[in-house]
């Protein structure tokens, strides 16, 4: 087949691939854990900050959502107890999420399963080298696709 042929074969493989594992993954999460996926990530990145917070605006940029919509799914979060919104440790103007201890718990608890679903519908049927084109391919997109994010004004 031809590079012509294949980069559209390529795209809709990736493309319909990544929605069916991501709608897997987000079946299992609720089933096993009681959160979706977003929810998933955003108590990841917040487990992964330093002191467990991070500006709103940093949150939003890291995990490609919109402002508005991060707002909302931090609202449902605070709800639950699992996070906390707080003045900014750096800067009283702005507002930082902070995960809690429940949100740490709930975590703890997803991630194990996750993982497990992980590893049992993408990454168990890879080889080294699939793992090593993955890497290599989406590392750089994602860096700069973060990077042009970052540099763009707040409202987009």
Known sequence: ????????????????????????????????????????????????ADGLRMRMGDLARTLAFAPGRLTYRIAALEKEGLVVREASAVDRRGTDAVLTDA?????RKARPEHARHVEEL??????TEALEVLDRVFTPLRTRLLDRRAEAPADE
């Open 122 to 127: 993408f990454l168990g049927g890879l080889d």
């Open 1 to 48: 087949m031809s590079a012509g042929g294949l980069a559209p074969r390529a795209w809709r493989s990736y493309f319909e691939g990544s929605r069916l594992l991501e709608s897997e993954l987000e079946r299992r999460l609720k089933a096993s854990s009681g959160i979706d996926l977003g929810d998933f990530n955003v108590l990841l990145v917040l487990s992964e």
């Open 103 to 107: 949100g740490r718990r709930r975590l």
